[in-house]
């Protein structure tokens, strides 16, 4: 950040007076410029004994495999914006069930909230930010090919939780 988006000065990294943490700070109007954790919600939607995935159609991660989840909108609840963000990528109407888990992975400052959801009709397709969308059993994921950390981390802990008949939501970090 280079500029304040109240008054238009430049901005400076200094821990303000009453904080202990450096933020950006206007060094004519002296708003302090809060930057926070992105809050990325979504999807483990099950049809069946399967789940749909869907093959990124944008980067990062161009061509893998991932659950339907995006950023949350301003105005928006997690369970809503993840079952908007299915539709958006999935073209599938889903049923949010319930908390699954949460993922904090702080060296990108982003929070994950992953809810359980189910198909309400076996309709799905890509959409704009898909290449290919796909329902798959646990041993036909392709699992050398998911896009990222969390999401490999999510589909583990969630067939784990089938064969244990655990439910409880489940909280864990993701460390590089």
């Known amino acids: 950040m280079n500029y304040c988006s109240f008054c238009g000065a430049s901005v400076s990294r200094r821990v303000p007076e009453g904080d202990n943490l450096p933020r950006h700070v206007c060094d004519t109007c002296d708003t302090v410029h809060y930057q926070n954790p992105k809050i990325v919600t979504g ?3 099950k049809w069946e004994d399967r789940i749909l995935l869907c ?6 991660r161009y061509g893998l495999w991932t659950i339907p989840a995006g950023f949350m909108e301003l105005g928006e609840t997690t369970h809503f914006a993840a079952a908007r963000e299915t539709y958006e990528e999935a073209k599938a109407v889903v049923k949010i069930d319930e908390l ?8 990108v400052s982003q929070v994950y909230m992953i809810y359980r959801a189910h198909l309400e009709s076996p309709d799905y ?8 969308v796909r329902l798959y059993s646990e041993d036909e994921i392709p699992w050398d090919e998911l896009a990222f950390p969390v ?14 008949s655990d439910n409880r939501p489940y909280v864990d970090d993701i460390i590089r």
Do not use: K, M
């Not at 999401?151 to 244990?164: D, G, K, N």
């Open 43 to 45: 999807c483990i939607i």
């Open 55 to 60: 093959r990124r159609a944008i980067d990062p």
């Open 100 to 107: 699954f888990a949460v993922y904090n992975i702080p060296h």
């Open 125 to 132: 397709a890509p959409g704009e930010e898909s290449l290919d």
């Open 151 to 164: 999401v490999r981390a999510s589909l583990e802990r969630y067939f784990e939780s089938l064969r244990t």
